[in-house]
Nanobody, 119 residues
Framework: QVHLVESGGGLVQAGGSLRLSCTASIGIFRINAMGWYRQAPGKQRELVATITSGGSTNNADSVKGRFTISRDYAKNTVYLQMGSLKPEDTAIYYC?????????????WGQGTQVTVSS
């Protein structure tokens, strides 16, 4: 079992910045990939950014050039630095991890953190 705890959400004005954190209950070097997803009211959950164990990153087109995913092995934490925020970035942001535990590969989710961008 892998537990993920997100933090860093809040209310920010358009054009502002926020940094989300996701701390895992196991060393993230043991996790195949981690990512951030978001879900706005009435919409499906969508990928925002991912980072693999090898360090490869992938960002959704809607956030390219504005959001950056990174990690800190010592803190078992993955970050999402968000800049030039827009009202359409308003959503609940979820941390995601794909990990193999006791030989079984599973997907894990955090509880989510709310990000609200005012115009």
């Amino acid at each position: 079992q892998v537990h993920l705890v997100e933090s860093g959400g809040g209310l920010v004005q358009a054009g502002g910045s926020l940094r989300l954190s996701c701390t895992a209950s196991i060393g993230i070097f043991r996790i195949n990939a981690m990512g951030w997803y978001r879900q706005a009211p009435g919409k499906q959950r969508e990928l925002v950014a991912t980072i693999t164990s090898g360090g490869s990153t992938n960002n959704a087109d809607s956030v390219k050039g504005r959001f950056t995913i990174s990690r800190d092995y010592a803190k078992n934490t993955v970050y999402l630095q968000m800049g030039s925020l827009k009202p359409e970035d308003t959503a609940i942001y979820y941390c995601n991890a794909v990990a193999q535990v006791r030989g079984v590969t599973s997907t894990y989710w955090g509880q989510g953190t709310q990000v609200t961008v005012s115009s």
